[in-house]
């Protein structure tokens, strides 16, 4: 996980908290989660679609 330890990753929540809020970090935890969610989506989506749209421009 990125190079990190347990100290590290309970370090940057206990930073998070004090910086969000305990009544944020679910919501962020939340929108962070339908970002990735998006973005692997699209990532998964064939080339060939690009490549139509490409030529559908031209």
Do not use: C, H
């Not at 990753?9 to 919501?27: C, Q, S, Y």
């Amino acid at each position: 996980m990125f190079g990190l330890g347990w100290p590290e990753v309970v370090i940057i929540g206990v930073v998070a908290v004090l910086i969000f809020g305990p009544k944020k970090i679910p919501e962020l935890g939340g929108t962070i989660g339908k970002t990735l969610r998006g973005f692997k989506e699209e990532m998964s989506k064939p080339e060939d679609e690009d490549l139509d749209l490409e030529e559908n421009d031209r």
